[in-house]
């Protein structure tokens, strides 16, 4: 029994070396923009950091696979890994009783990716639990630069988005500024018709600006506003080349 327990546990510390090989070699080529190597180093890495001894190494490798995914236009595996991330930073918080930066950093990744799904409600409530996140630390994690990138992201689903269902969001303006994303409210109020009530008293709309707005390039393609109303969705991506549709019935926790 014991000599089995030492071969284990050799086991066990020789894929825990490979591991962090593999976490620092995935580090570089995501430095050198080579992401498809660098996903495949993060996910053979993933086996052995899997135990309680190295969930920080865990969560940083689960956050630098779902960057090289997001990189590759890969959205939904990049949600993946983050929501496995999220997981284990926000399950140490509640067993800590402290937030930490790293559910701020994982929180944004995740409205970041939630919005280029065209996911407007789970977007915003990542964006909403980042921010009472960092407001309980001491450092500024939300840059300026930061905020307008997010509000052009969700202004272009507004511009982008079937009037019937933007007539479907006549609520949520006034949401939108109680939560600071003042330019994403007045997009939502120039596409529902009430252009006297969006940007600053007395100043017509710059119609060239809002044309802009709505053709802007985020970097990465962003899919159509889907508010989850209908009973089945469709969620749509690419492997190998192929475009894969998966239609759904729209239950929790989608």
Known sequence: LMDKLIDDAGERENSRIKADKYLRRGALSSDKKDYYRAIKCFGLSLYGLYSSESKTEMFAALYMLSHAYEKQGLLWAARGSALMAAYLVTSEALKEQRSSAKQA???QQLMWIEGQLGRLGQSLT???LA???????DEELWTESQKMSYEALIGK???NANFSDIERLAWLPDKLNQLGLW?????LLICL???DKAGPEGEPIDLQFINMWRGIDMGAPVAPLDLYIDRWTTISSYILGCKVSVSFPVKSPC
């Open 105 to 107: 950093a994982i929180y």
């Open 126 to 128: 990542w964006y909403h």
């Open 131 to 137: 921010q009472l996140i960092s407001q309980t630390l």
């Open 157 to 159: 689903l507004f511009f």
């Open 183 to 187: 330019l994403s409210a007045d997009a």
């Open 193 to 195: 018709g009430h252009e």
